[in-house]
């Protein structure tokens, strides 16, 4: 007899999160049959942005999340520059990289400590380690320790992540220094200097401490280099520009298609969105971002989601930093929720290995922003990467005003629900063949859920409040 089990909400991921899983008992053992991911708020940024004017999409889209604000200024700027056939001067290029790496590191330094970790290790009987469910906790005592000194540690390490993209950026989150045509910030010798400090601390950390954790918890958890796959279909959009038009990205652009070790190229052309069992309008399934509709309906018969359903050329994607370090070559062992964290923490030590490079090449003195006049009728895309992966901002410009926005954010693709053709998203389809332990307390399930860092909105971390999943069927 089947068992399906709520988590609501999912906690220590950015928004709001549920899952129901199906449960079924095959050769002695439990095991996830289904599984159905919702995005349970609506935010509605997308309706937000209509008729406002154009220069206002960088500043208000980084207000979509507390974490990855960044990238999304990055995009809008992007966008905007296309729109007004801009090139931005060598100094933007390079400060934009500056503060999204250090964006992206402490992204992925808090998703490992704050969001992770207490799905491996048990802490002290404090929140936010406690009330926690009693489950296969196989660190012992003293590494338990060591890792909830890391904990400590690694709220300062994102501290100073945060300071030092302020330093260029003028505060964390959402910058008022994203501008179309360029950067606000003059950066100072001062300023080169303590970023460079910075640089120093924060690689010592993710080399000598986030690094040996990940292998460390993997080693104990070996299970899960198994477990979570998914679909293996990967996407990344690439990003931090390496030339003046952004042709060349540090990270690659690619497509992994069902673990395969051919990387094909990317047709943003054949990217849409799905929403048959999303609370959005049907009539609206199935279009390019560039032509999409935001409309909320909502009850809607079958729809579990305020969450769209982007697919490439119809099939479903993962993106992340495993699909980024895998399609540019700088991770290649598998697909699984230890792969996840590993990728992430070689990213996060390739990012902090370049920033030097890039606060090198900033020339003091010379302009870090052009005029960048925007048209009054432009259709314009900004690709980029975000910590949780591919990001997209498909805008067009009518009277001067903004007359169609739409934001394919990275979570819409790993957390999708089910598309037209009832496929599941690659959460859903990562959680399915997860053996349970105990269905009242599906720690399995968690562990695979936060491998893929889902952000659905803005940070809201609330301590799991009751000691055992909800069982709703039987
Ligand atoms: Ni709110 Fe984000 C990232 C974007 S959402 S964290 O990374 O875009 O998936
Ligand atoms: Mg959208």
Redesign the pocket.
Known sequence: MPTIVTIDPVTRL??HLAVDVTIETADGKQQVVDAFISGTSFRGFEVMLMDRDPFEAPHLTQR?????SV??GVAATMALEKAGHSTIPENARLLRNLVMGANFIQ?HILHFYHLSLLDYVGGPSMPPWEPQWNVDHRIGPDDSARLVDHYKAALVAVRQTNEMAALFAGRQPHSPAFVSGGFTNVPTTTQIAEFRKYCRLITDFIRNVYIPDVDFVASRYLDYSQLGRGYGNLLAFGGFALDAAGEKQFFTRGRVTNGAKEIKSVNPEVITEQVTYSWYDNGSTNRHPSNGVTQAVHPKNGAYSWIKAPRYEGEPYETGPLARMTIGGLYQKGISVNDRHKARAVEALTIAEALPGWLNAIKLGEPVYTNCAIPAEADAIGLTE????A?GHWMKIRNSRIAHYQ?V????W?GSPRDDQQKPGPIEKALVGTPVEDSKQPIEVLRIIHSF???L??AVHVCQPSTSARIVKF
């Open positions: 950015e928004g979509i999340c507390g974490v990855c990238p999304h992204s975000a910590p949780r992966g990001l934001v954010t990275p979570t819409c790993n860092d889902p952000c909105a803005c």
